[in-house]
């Protein structure tokens, strides 16, 4: 997830970590094979914008998947990394560029001198010219978007005039609280983009393992990269699945399913995501790809119209897979409509318009 949405996403949910805030309650390390590890946070809207990674122990080195947000997590990720093992970290693998799976890699390097941060060619230059070029800019947007908040709970009403319950005041004191704490920790984050790119794939044999690293098409971002243990029957699958409610913030609906395809064929037991818990079937996955499908084709039907994108994007209603994802918990919905249906529809239209704005990370 990228910060621009950091906002929308503390406001939905109640954070649990912050800047400086990481407790051993907030995750678990999860034994998916032998040397194969998971850093995975407990509860995956408690922890929106935080992401997974997985920590995979070679005979001589490790590979780490991922590194994180805030700079407390990936100093918590990498102490308990020296809790398994003291073997050094030689690749970094950046499954994509959203800050939530990059920021921490600076943190690693200054750990692990010498470490290879590997990515696809697209996600270098997303990270770039996406994440760290406009962050400071996104960061001060931010900022200066808390003076309304505070404005909410001094008039006990929000921009709509709707009246501010208690439950609602407690969220919103708390995302404040931890806003103003966690837009300074960002600011300092140690950028370091991949020294490593692919195209396509790239093995990496570390004794008796093999490590695939593979580029199956384009889905949740231009770059999306995953990591394939075939002996250990172990797939992590960055953003490309994502649990319990998908992230499709700038995605390609169109092409997602196929890609979504391409990785259920392969052969493993065991998919790892980046946000939620490890997945034992393919049934979350074909969910998923459903959803895109129809995402893609009611948009298409919506974009025939003449109609501007945004009265077009009225015209989807996605209420019936909202209630097959969230059903009747209430935060769930909230992040239906913030993280699918705001986010995809209206890219979508523009997708099946053919027009320029939605294709800005196209695939080289």
């Known amino acids: 997830m990228k910060t621009a949405a950091l906002l929308i996403a503390a406001l939905l949910v109640p954070l ?119 962050r400071q800019a996104n960061l001060d947007k931010n900022e200066a978007g808390l003076a309304k908040y505070d404005e909410w709970l001094a008039r006990g009403t929000d921009d709509s005039g709707k009246p501010i319950d208690e439950a609602r005041r407690k969220r919103i004191v708390d995302f404040l609280a931890s806003a103003r704490a966690d837009i300074p920790a960002l600011r300092s984050v ?79 037991d065991t998919l790892f995501l980046m946000h939620g818990a490890p997945q034992k079937d393919r049934a979350y996955l074909e969910k998923v790809q459903a959803l895109l499908r129809d995402i893609a084709a009611r948009s298409k039907v919506a974009a025939a119209t003449s109609l501007s994108v945004e009265e077009a994007a009225k015209q989807v209603d996605l209420k019936d897979w909202q209630s097959r994802f969230a059903g009747e918990n209430v935060m769930r919905q909230r992040e239906f409509d913030a993280f699918v249906a705001q986010a995809a529809v209206p890219r979508a239209i523009r997708q099946a318009r053919k027009e320029e704005a939605a294709f800005t990370q196209q695939v080289r």
């Open 16 to 134: 649990a970590a912050s800047a400086g805030r990481v407790s051993n309650k907030d995750y678990d390390i999860v034994t998916l094979a032998e040397g194969v590890h998971g850093f995975v946070w407990r509860d995956p809207s408690a922890q929106v914008i935080e992401g997974n990674a997985l920590f995979i122990v070679n005979e001589r080195d490790v590979v780490v998947v991922d590194t994180g947000l805030m700079p407390a997590s990936t100093r918590r990720m990498i102490e308990e990394l020296r809790r398994i093992t003291d073997k050094p970290v030689s690749f970094v693998v950046n499954t994509h560029w959203h800050d939530d799976h990059v920021n921490g890699n600076g943190i690693y390097r200054d750990a692990y001198p010498g470490v290879a941060i590997v990515a696809h060619s697209n996600t270098r230059t997303d990270h770039i010219e996406q994440t760290i070029g406009p």
């Open 190 to 268: 140690k950028d370091s983009p991949a020294d490593v790119t692919i195209d396509s794939r790239l093995v990496l044999e570390r004794g008796a393992r093999t490590i695939e690293i593979l580029h199956l098409g384009l889905g949740n971002t231009r770059g999306d990269l995953v990591v394939f243990l075939p002996k250990e029957r172990i797939v992590a699958t960055g953003d490309l699945l994502v649990y319990p409610i998908p992230f499709m913030f700038g995605s390609y609906y169109d092409t997602w399913p196929e890609t979504l395809g391409k990785l259920s064929t392969l052969p493993a």
